[in-house]
């Protein structure tokens, strides 16, 4: 039978180079003892003379070692044993025992390594690996450095199915049926031939892992029968169908276990994958049918890392992230723009969320990296580029092998913006063009240069990626994040995709549909703004769209201090800002109201739309007496009300057209601000929404978050972590917004401290710190916390104290 074994715990870590260290007999004890997922540069002070561009975080050579003695316990003469590193960032090479195995420059791509030939059965197994991230302007986003997702050791039958190589979809769906294929890659590594079957059973998750989902559900079960010769590998094809489907859809993701056996006299192998059952198409005239509906696309773009966390993400920290974006009415994530955790992309399929998958943020020509802020010269130009070549074949290839058989996954992005103006491509067509990003952009920069790589060169470089993903992956569209359709339509671009992306280009929607009749168009990355809102709901051939961004994240910083973007609905920490209230009002369809203020600047001649990187914007009633105070209410709703300690303010007011909702400039009056939204010729409130003036803030509130969506009990999802809350309030418990305070965190019994964050982008505490001031007034706490069943062990305590308040303590 198949185990695995995660290699998450053990692990010693050096910073800085040991050239020696891949040897077996390396002696190790001083290094630091650390446990996965790990990511050195989050442990390392900001610094200013670090690139803005990955967030003014330190890199270099890592190493990390790993002793299990002893070693796994299995039988060469009858399986076989391989180690999975999921993510290593990046340049990593491996040993173990002494042997090298290999290296990998893209440190988002999995590496995979039989290592049967180099393991002693009963004996030590010592695993070394170098990192290399001494390029630090490597990335326009922050990347983290180390091993920052887990390790896996599988011991497996020498007839087994071989990684990543089985491959389920669905041909057609309906209320009544749902036929289905599996495509499996059976080997054989034995020295002799093997009557084979290979059986495979699909049925319903259980109603526990589902509880929206029905009792019951119909099973499907598929049987073939085939020789295979010694060392042989072959793929074999199933073809089944299902009864009454369940089928996965955003508003009932139900999922099914796919079961399979692969057995012969000699040996007998498992292999269990959860699955959805679903049809996708990308309409040129009607954008995305999941199912055979028009389903439109309310997305968002994320990157891959959690502030103070770094890159060393965990399921339940992107669980907390994920059910928040979800309760604003959001359904799509555009993994930018590289492959993410491979338990991310289980929870998208658990909460129901559509993802576009992308690999490339460059090819071979290299992009700007900024390293001294946001478009400031000169760039730099280390990179993915350099690998290209040799390695994106066989990273293409990996990459969709590992997320295919996830149902929320409904296409395939192999780049962003790598047509971007002069950066590098041009064309002579264009004697000057200014992108999306280029507001300080010198003059000389946007102007034709016969010198750099001609952008016509991009039409064969997409085909070829085009044609990578469709030979692991027919059924689902490959696509592209354009960012100069202007040019890059006019040279073949975008020739090989039937499904093409749009980033900040609406205005090309119309004259592009009857350019391109047999293309479907996606806004893959847009601005937050109404406008952009209205441009894809006023047209149905437009598949949906992806906000820039969902969440704040470190890196493509605009200068120091400040360490990252506030393009996102919710913060570093996880929090709303004022933006992600007014989304809400735009995605949901239950009725929605929500007040929120900041203070009046008295410069302002108008009341400016409201935008992510505004973080003044809040759910507060407390100011100075008279002080002006801009109020905006988001519904979606056709009008409201409004009124100031039972005074009547406004009287069925109207959204306005141009900006979606409505604002005002009051005097400020201790009380009730209360709000109520009307329906359409209606006199009854469907929702109300106030805000009341809070107290002084005299201590914290500390509040253990708890998942609303029920998680599969695996190992890769039980991760441990406990997020806590950390909320200023006033006597009474209520939240305080106001002023900032300075917070000690601390952890006893058996768990950590792993890390604090606030959502402050100026705030260049260091990670490592235990303490942090509170922003908006409240920060998160990351604890690990040891599993136990044991009554008599000690219980995890975190408390968080000020000098002002004192302590107060949590038991988690």
């Not at 103006?421 to 300080?440: L, R, W």
């Amino acid at each position: 039978m198949e185990t695995e074994q995660y290699l998450n715990s053990g692990w010693r870590f050096h910073l800085g180079d040991c050239p020696d260290a891949w040897q077996k007999w390396y002696k190790d004890e001083s290094w630091e003892q650390v446990d996965l997922p790990h990511d050195w540069s989050v442990t390392q002070p900001f610094s200013r003379s670090c690139s803005s561009g990955t967030g003014y975080l330190e890199g270099g050579i890592g190493w990390y070692r790993l002793t299990l003695n002893p070693g796994p316990d299995f039988d060469p003469k009858t399986q076989s044993c391989s180690l999975l590193f999921e993510g290593i960032y990046k340049n990593a090479q491996i040993w173990v025992n002494s042997y090298y195995l290999g290296q990998r420059p893209n440190g988002y791509i999995p590496q995979y390594y039989d290592i049967s030939p180099f393991v002693d059965p009963g004996c030590s197994l010592e695993i070394s690996v170098r990192v290399d991230h001494q390029d630090i302007a490597d990335s326009r986003w922050f990347t983290g450095s180390g091993i920052y997702r887990p390790v896996k050791l599988l011991l497996r039958p020498l007839l087994q199915l071989v990684h990543d190589g089985v491959y389920f979809h669905c041909t057609k769906v309906s209320a009544a049926k749902a036929e289905y294929v599996i495509q499996a890659e059976v080997a054989n590594l034995s020295q002799q031939e093997q009557a084979c079957s290979l059986n495979t059973l699909l049925k319903p998750e259980p109603r526990g892992a589902q509880p929206d989902g029905p009792e019951t559900g119909a099973s499907s079960a598929v049987t073939s029968s085939f020789t295979l010769a010694a060392g042989e590998t072959r793929t074999i094809t199933l073809k089944g169908d299902v009864q009454a489907p369940l089928l996965w859809q955003p508003q009932t993701p139900w999922l099914y276990d796919l079961t399979l056996e692969l057995k012969s006299p000699d040996f007998q192998s498992q292999t269990q994958l959860t699955v959805g059952l679903s049809t996708l198409e990308f309409s040129p005239d009607r954008g995305l049918l999941l199912n055979g509906h028009p389903t439109k696309l309310k997305g968002v773009c994320v990157h891959h890392d959690a502030g103070c966390l770094g890159a060393a993400v965990y399921p339940s920290v992107w669980l907390r992230r994920l059910e928040t974006l979800k309760s604003l009415g959001c359904n799509a994530i555009r993994m930018s723009h590289n492959p993410h955790l491979p338990q991310l992309y289980e929870l998208c399929d658990r909460l129901g969320f559509l993802v576009m998958d992308e690999i490339f943020d460059e090819w071979e020509g290299p992009k700007n990296k900024w390293s001294t802020g946001h478009n400031v010269y000169p760039p730099k130009h280390q990179g993915y580029y350099e690998a290209y070549p040799d390695w994106h074949a066989r990273d293409v290839r990996d990459w969709v092998r590992r997320d295919r058989n996830h149902p929320s996954v409904i296409a395939w992005s192999v780049g962003n913006e790598i047509d971007y103006p002069n950066d590098p491509y041009c064309h002579p067509e264009f004697q000057s063009m200014t992108g999306n990003n280029d507001a300080n952009k010198p003059e000389a920069e946007r102007q034709y240069n016969p010198d750099r790589p001609n952008a016509s060169r991009l039409a064969a470089l997409a085909s070829d990626l085009a044609r990578l993903v469709q030979q692991e992956d027919p059924y689902r569209p490959a696509t592209i994040a354009a960012a100069f359709p202007e040019l890059s339509s006019q040279v073949g671009f975008l020739e090989p995709f039937s499904l093409v992306g749009y980033n900040y280009k609406e205005q090309f929607y119309d004259q592009d549909h009857q350019r391109f009749p047999d293309k479907t168009f996606v806004g893959s990355e847009n601005a937050h703004s109404y406008e952009a809102w209205q441009a894809d709901q006023q047209r149905p051939y437009v598949a949906g769209q992806f906000l820039w961004t969902g969440i704040d994240y470190l890196g493509e910083a605009p200068g120091w201090p400040v360490h990252g973007s506030a393009a996102g609905l919710l913060t570093l920490a996880g929090f709303k800002k004022g933006a992600a209230y007014f989304r809400h009002s735009l995605w949901a369809k239950e009725p929605v109201l929500h007040l929120l203020t900041r203070a009046w600047d008295a410069t302002e001649e108008q009341i400016p739309e409201i935008i992510t990187h505004d973080y003044r914007p809040r759910r507060s009633w407390n100011y100075r007496p008279g002080q002006k105070v801009l109020v905006y209410a988001f519904t979606n709703q056709s009008q409201l009300s409004l009124t100031l300690n039972g005074r009547k303010l406004e009287a069925l007011a109207k959204p306005d057209p141009k900006i979606g909702y409505l604002a005002w400039v009051l005097d400020y009056q201790a009380g009730t601000l209360e709000a109520a939204a009307f329906a359409k010729d209606s006199n009854t409130a469907v929702v109300i929404d106030r805000l009341e003036t809070s107290g002084p803030a005299v201590g914290l509130k500390l509040t253990k978050w708890q998942p609303e969506t029920a998680l599969s009990p695996s190992a890769a999802m039980s991760d441990g972590i406990c997020q806590v809350e950390v909320q200023v309030c006033d006597a009474l418990g209520n939240p305080v917004t106001e002023g900032r305070v300075r917070v000690h965190v601390s952890v006893a019994g058996p768990g950590k401290l792993l890390g604090l964050e606030n959502g402050d982008l100026a705030d260049y505490t260091d990670y490592q710190a235990q303490y942090r001031s509170s922003f908006g007034g409240h920060l998160i706490a990351y604890v690990s916390c040891t599993a136990t069943e044991s009554p008599s062990s000690a219980p995890v305590i975190l408390t968080a104290s000020t000098e002002e308040w004192g302590s107060f303590s949590l038991r988690l």
